[in-house]
Antibody
Framework: EVQLVESGGGLVQPGGSLRLSCAAS????????MSWVRQAPGKGLEWVSV???????YYADSVKGRFTISRDNSKNTLYLQMNSLRAEDTAVYYC??????????????????WGKGTTVTVSS | EIVLTQSPGTLSLSPGERATLSCRAS???????LAWYQQKPGQAPRLLIY???SRATGIPDRFSGSGSGTDFTLTISRLEPEDFAVYYC??????????FGGGTKVEIK
């Protein structure tokens, strides 16, 4: 079964750090694009970061310089290292498989597998 | 950055009725880069539509997507009780950066 399971969330003080993990089963993380998406309480979805199968990484402006996405191929796990956390980083963080699928002369882009999320609360 | 504006913010309908949800982009987006998701309270988003009009695996045919350029639509032909949820559109036109619309809540009237 294709599945993603996040962990590592919790309560952290402003300025602190946290590392989120996303364990995959049923597919290989390193062969796919993988994204982190977050959702602040009562708000919509916000893309945070992506790591390409080739290793390139990209970030939303709101987290650039503070967050680092990475993966451990031996553990088939995706990570999000979050430093210098702010109150506005409080959210449920989801990992998602980010597909690029060839279709009729073009490529379809979408996120087809999502974890259940892990909650990060930044507060003193 | 491409901004997606969803309307209405809330749609109040009864089971069996037709729901029409709009997603408007601030610049033209390739249909290949437009997807729709459903999210229920306490759950992760679920892929419904990709490529603007292709249903994801296991999605009932009462869900359909259409549109091109800057205007896209998600239609639920006959609402079932389990369809009351929040729906988000998503675009990759500014890839690698991705944006989501603000969401439309479909609630029971």
């Amino acid at each position: 079964e294709v599945q993603l399971v996040e962990s590592g969330g919790g309560l952290v003080q402003p300025g602190g750090s946290l590392r989120l993990s996303c364990a995959a089963s049923g597919f290989t993380v390193s062969s796919n694009y993988m994204s982190w998406v977050r959702q602040a309480p009562g708000k919509g979805l916000e893309w945070v970061s992506v790591i390409y199968s080739g290793g390139s990484t990209y970030y939303a402006d709101s987290v650039k310089g503070r967050f680092t996405i990475s993966r451990d191929n031996s553990k088939n796990t995706l990570y999000l290292q979050m430093n210098s956390l702010r109150a506005e980083d409080t959210a449920v963080y989801y990992c998602a498989r980010d597909r690029r699928v060839a279709a009729a002369g073009t490529w379809d882009y979408y996120m087809d597998v999502w974890g259940k999320g892990t909650t990060v609360t930044v507060s003193s | 950055e491409i901004v997606l504006t969803q309307s209405p913010g809330t749609l109040s309908l009864s089971p069996g009725e037709r729901a029409t949800l709009s997603c408007r982009a601030s610049q033209s987006v390739s249909s290949s880069y437009l997807a729709w998701y459903q999210q229920k309270p306490g759950q992760a988003p679920r892929l419904l539509i990709y490529g603007a009009s292709s249903r994801a695996t296991g999605i009932p045919d009462r869900f359909s997507g259409s549109g091109s350029g800057t205007d896209f639509t998600l239609t639920i032909s006959r609402l079932e009780p389990e369809d009351f949820a929040v729906y988000y559109c998503q675009q990759y036109g500014s890839s690698p950066r991705v944006t989501f619309g603000g969401g439309t809540k479909v609630e029971i009237k």
